[in-house]
Structure formats: C-alpha cells, structure tokens
C-alpha cells in the first residue's frame, strides 16, 4: 500500500513538473513578441501512425471542402501563410528531433522488428484494441467538454460493447457494428475553447507537441485509468509496449516515408501542425452542429417572415 501511493506521487508529481515545464517554456515566446497563443492556421490534410521519434506519416491528402463563409476562407488563407513561422525554438527542435530519430533507429525500430516476427498481427490488433478501449475515459470527458454528446454516447457505447461482446476490447467489435471512434483529446479541447497552439515543441521520448498539445498531453495522462491501478513502473512499461506494437505495426510505412522526405524534419513539423489544426477546425464544427436549437419554432417563423 505504501509503495502504491510512493507511485502515484512519483506520477503526479512527474505531471506537475511537466505541465509547469511546459507552461514556462510557452510564456517566453510571448513576452518577446513571439506568435504565443495567436489561432492555429488552417490545413487541409490528414496524417496517421506516429512513432517514437515523433513522427507522424502523412497517408491522404484532401482539400477542406468550401465553408460558405467568405471571412473565414479569407482567414485560413493568410494563417497558412504563418504556420510554418510557428517554429520560434526550430534549433533546439532540430536537436530533440535527431535525437528521437536515433532512438527510434538504434532502439525502437529493432525491438519492433523482433517484436513483429514473434507476435502474430493478430496479437498486435488485439493488443491495440485494449489499450484504445482503455483510453476511453479520456475520448468521453473531451466529447462532453466541446459539447459533442452524441460522440460522448458514441464512446460509452464503444465501451460497452467492446468490453462485453468484444472479450475487454480484445476485438473492436463496435467498428465492425457501425459504431466509430470518436478521436479527441485535451488538446483539440483548449484549441475548440480558442487556446491558440503556441511554439512548436520537440522533446525526447515524446511524439511532435505545441505549448497547448503539451499542457493537453499531461491533463490525458490523468484520465488514463491505467495509471491509477497499475504501479508507476508498470504504467511506463505500458506506454513503452503500446509505442513499440504501434511502430512493428507500421514498419513499412515509417520507411517509405522517410525514404521518400529530403527534409523529415519540416515535413513532420508541417504536417502536425496542419493534421492538428484540420481536427480542431472538425471538432469546432462538429460542436456547432451538435448543439440543439431551443426554440424551432422561433427559427421557422423567422424564415417565413418577409
């Protein structure tokens, strides 16, 4: 019992230092005129599969569809323009970044490949299920926070049937049932509520951030269910065995892509900022839509009066 809480002080304390770090490193840039918190420009593409460098593979590309709002075109257009500006720590960014590359070239993608001859694909996608079933806690309170209920059902649902009929998430049977999941976390929360995204951030051991990702990355540690029934040790080898069974998953696709990138590192940074931005303009949409109109009755008289 002890050395329980002994744990769960280590974490949390580890969170606080970090959410402080993070908070501290974003005020600088403010102070001196830098970008800070201005609103993250738009994007019109789409990325998946992160690695432990930080990476993350840019796999579709489609145009963001028109708006109908002339200004708000006419806003995304010039904050395109500024969006690879949002880079004021670019030299230190270069440096984690190399780092995180040899990690993940020297460590991460060898155990990967082992951990891909031994343990059969269906393993992997079965292990997937129960770590992205697990992280439920998390998809649930940041529905219910940008006022996306229907998603918030959506997630529950997820749940349940995964968890029973799905043998504890072991298979993604509300996929196969028309059920989506619903991908949000703290960060697209803040960026939904106007929190602009801040610098760029690269650090070791963690995947591409902004100021505002950060401060979300530490707040979604603390819904993680996980980290409150398992030792602090036992939570690390967790994440480490989730990164490692993401990246054996997609082996070939890490290589092709850094293989086909003269510039890996902008091309990440670019293609973060535009991915991240592309899910908080959805999410804010989505939030628009979802919202009930009170009083229908009103609206169709409106319409009807001349």
């Given at each position: 019992?002890?050395?329980?809480?002994?744990?769960?002080?280590?974490?949390?304390?580890?969170?606080?230092?970090?959410?402080?770090?993070?908070?501290?490193?974003?005020?600088?840039?403010?102070?001196?005129?830098?970008?800070?918190?201005?609103?993250?420009?738009?994007?019109?593409?789409?990325?998946?599969?992160?690695?432990?460098?930080?990476?993350?593979?840019?796999?579709?590309?489609?145009?963001?569809?028109?708006?109908?709002?002339?200004?708000t075109e006419t806003r995304a257009a010039a904050e395109d323009g500024a969006l690879e500006e949002h880079d004021p720590w670019e030299r230190f960014n270069e440096?984690?970044?190399?780092?995180?590359?040899?990690?993940?070239?020297?460590?991460?993608?060898?155990?990967?490949?082992?951990?891909?001859?031994?343990?059969?694909?269906?393993?992997?996608?079965?292990?997937?299920?129960?770590?992205?079933?697990?992280?439920?806690?998390?998809?649930?309170?940041?529905?219910?926070?940008?006022?996306?209920?229907?998603?918030?059902?959506?997630?529950?649902?997820?749940?349940?049937?995964?968890?029973?009929?799905g043998v504890g998430g072991l298979f993604d049977i509300a996929t196969h049932e028309g059920i989506p999941e619903s991908a949000t976390d703290t960060g697209q929360?803040?960026?939904?509520?106007?929190?602009?995204?801040?610098?760029?951030?690269?650090?070791?051991?963690l995947p591409p951030l902004t100021v505002r990702d950060g401060i979300g990355f530490a707040i979604d540690s603390l819904l993680d269910p996980i980290s409150y029934?398992?030792?602090?040790?036992?939570?690390?080898?967790?994440?480490?065995?989730?990164?490692?069974?993401?990246?054996?998953?997609?082996?070939?696709?890490?290589?092709?892509?850094?293989?086909?990138?003269?510039?890996?590192?902008?091309?990440?940074?670019?293609?973060?900022?535009?991915?991240?931005?592309?899910?908080?303009?959805?999410?804010?949409?989505?939030?628009?839509?979802?919202?009930?109109?009170?009083?229908?009755?009103?609206?169709?008289?409106?319409?009807?009066?001349?």
């Amino acid at each position: 019992m002890v050395r329980g809480r002994k744990d769960m002080w280590l974490r949390e304390w580890l969170v606080a230092v970090a959410v402080a770090a993070v908070i501290a490193v974003g005020a600088a840039p403010a102070a001196s005129g830098a970008p800070g918190l201005e609103p993250p420009p738009g994007s019109d593409s789409q990325l998946e599969a992160s690695g432990a460098d930080g990476s993350e593979v840019a796999t579709t590309a489609a145009p963001a569809g028109p708006s109908g709002e002339s200004q708000t075109e006419t806003r995304a257009a010039a904050e395109d323009g500024a969006l690879e500006e949002h880079d004021p720590w670019e030299r230190f960014n270069e440096r984690m970044f190399e780092f995180n590359r040899r990690v993940d070239r020297y460590v991460l993608k060898p155990v990967a490949k082992g951990w891909d001859k031994v343990v059969p694909d269906e393993v992997q996608r079965s292990l997937k299920n129960v770590l992205k079933n697990a992280a439920m806690p998390k998809r649930l309170v940041n529905n219910l926070l940008q006022g996306k209920f229907e998603g918030a059902v959506r997630e529950l649902s997820r749940f349940m049937l995964n968890t029973t009929v799905g043998v504890g998430g072991l298979f993604d049977i509300a996929t196969h049932e028309g059920i989506p999941e619903s991908a949000t976390d703290t960060g697209q929360t803040l960026g939904v509520w106007g929190a602009g995204p801040g610098p760029y951030l690269v650090l070791p051991f963690l995947p591409p951030l902004t100021v505002r990702d950060g401060i979300g990355f530490a707040i979604d540690s603390l819904l993680d269910p996980i980290s409150y029934v398992a030792p602090f040790a036992a939570n690390v080898g967790t994440s480490v065995g989730e990164r490692v069974n993401e990246r054996s998953v997609n082996l070939e696709t890490f290589d092709d892509f850094e293989a086909g990138t003269l510039d890996l590192y902008s091309a990440v940074r670019n293609a973060y900022l535009q991915r991240r931005q592309k899910a908080i303009q959805e999410d804010a949409g989505s939030r628009r839509e979802g919202w009930p109109q009170p009083w229908p009755e009103d609206s169709a008289a409106t319409s009807e009066a001349p």
